[in-house]
């Protein structure tokens, strides 16, 4: 799309929500989302969407960073009613944008931005507008330039700028990643459940049903990929956490790691609207009529367990620990208990994990389950996940790994140590 060309959103995508991605080189070229009223100007800085405020208050607009770009995601349903326009800007603090190796704009996948060879001297550039006109949401080009950079920008807009000298910083306090604090937050549940110097694998399903899409909205799901991260990295030496999406169909996407989980949601999830993408050894998805590979939007977590056991190797010597987070289903109860109990002598431990207030079916009774050589998995419910402390989900997720360690080394299916 070329400056002040204006298309209808619905033109372009039916999805309501919309990922705008702006690649740039070099890295620290700044993109910002601004909420604007029906005047243009700036009415509430919580609408300011940036690397200073990842996500407006009820998650309408977010902001995720990966090296060299940057994807501001926008809920058009979500967006109050005060928010009429969203400009989507870039800068630089010291460069003129057009001396830069690269900048270009993917709107939701359907259309392409390039402004580079609109600019001259600009130290900032509103890219596009996102707005309202007649009820209906539009994309506008803009490509509009200003010389004196970011603070011009915002004084275009309405914004207040404080022109008083910064004083010079204290030196920043040593400090460790949100990464690394999580870290040691886990290093203390295994400590408390005597088991500090364990080691094992750990993989990470996640259940993308269409039940599960106001979780996928609202951040919750990609807050908890980064609270869980932290448990792979401190249980398995080698940092990878292989991870899969599940509905009707699933898909083994990209490996988690300590580099990439920023933006891991909006980068690989699968849905019944978006193709999967990265799939890696194994995928039991399905082709739809596009030739597209999907995981449908419904439950069957037959598929994905028996994904997993078929994922493994044969000759197992490392404990496993399956992390498994629902909002429920789980219909076929006496099919997966089946799974579950004829899995109870390798050495995979499974806990799953309930969200909201879902009928959890024959997870309840996990514990009770009948003919396993050892008790091999375990169930908690969390009504907000958002809500619990860091300790108590590592807390809750550890509590029956170490009973399950001491009973599979008891009956030779993992070695004595």
């Known amino acids: 799309m070329s400056p002040g060309e204006k298309r209808a959103v619905s033109d372009l995508t039916f999805s309501r929500k919309i990922d705008v991605t702006v690649r740039h080189a070099p890295d620290d070229i700044d993109i910002v989302a601004f909420g604007l009223n029906a005047e243009r100007k700036i009415a509430d800085d919580r609408y300011t969407v940036l ?3 990842e996500r407006s208050p009820e998650g309408a607009i977010s902001y995720c960073r990966i090296t060299g770009a940057t994807t501001i995601t926008v809920y058009l349903d ?39 060879s609109a600019l001259g001297d600009e130290k900032a550039v509103m890219l596009l507008d996102l707005y309202r006109h007649n009820g209906v949401w539009r994309l506008g080009v803009v490509v509009q330039g200003f010389s004196g950079g970011l603070a011009d920008l915002v004084r275009h807009l309405g ?26 937050k886990v290093g203390v ?9 364990e080691k094992a694998e750990v993989v990470f399903v996640i259940d993308a049903t269409g039940s599960m899409s106001t979780l996928y909205r609202n951040g919750t799901v990609q807050e908890t990929i980064e609270r869980i991260v932290p448990v792979s990295l401190r249980l398995d030496d080698d940092g990878i956490m292989p991870t899969w999406f599940y509905a009707s169909g699933c898909a083994r996407t990209e490996d988690l790691t300590a580099k990439n ?26 082709i739809d009529r596009k030739g597209e590979v999907t995981i449908g939007g419904v439950n069957n977590e037959i598929v994905i367990l028996n994904a997993l056991l078929d994922d493994e190797p044969a000759n197992r010597t490392t404990p496993l620990l399956v992390i498994f987070m629902t909002d429920g289903g789980f219909a076929p109860s006496k099919e997966i208990a089946k799974i579950i109990t004829n899995a109870a002598p390798r050495p995979i431990f499974w806990q799953f994990v309930g969200v909201g207030n879902n009928n959890f079916g024959m997870l309840r009774n996990l514990d009770t ?19 619990i402390t860091d300790e108590e989900l590592y807390d809750r997720l550890l509590s029956e790994f170490p009973a399950w360690l001491k009973a599979v080394r008891a009956k030779g299916i993992l070695p004595a140590r």
């Open 369 to 387: 389950l009948p003919g396993r050589v050892v008790d091999n998995a375990g169930f908690f419910p969390v009504t907000d996940l958002a809500k």
């Open 78 to 116: 979500l967006l109050p009613v005060s928010v009429d326009r969203i400009s989507l800007v870039a800068s630089h603090d010291t460069m003129a944008l057009k001396q830069a190796r690269q900048l270009s704009v993917d709107f939701a996948g359907v259309a392409t931005v390039e402004p580079l």
């Open 189 to 197: 549940s295994l400590k408390k459940l005597g088991i500090e110097h």
């Open 261 to 286: 989980y920023e933006g891991y949601v909006p980068r690989t999830l699968p849905s019944p609207m978006k193709p999967v993408i990265g799939v890696q050894k194994h995928s039991c998805a399905a």
């Open 51 to 53: 690397f200073s405020n």
């Open 159 to 184: 914004g207040d700028v404080d022109e008083s000298p910064a004083a010079a910083p204290p030196p920043p306090p040593l400090s460790l990643s949100k990464v690394d604090l999580r870290k040691q």
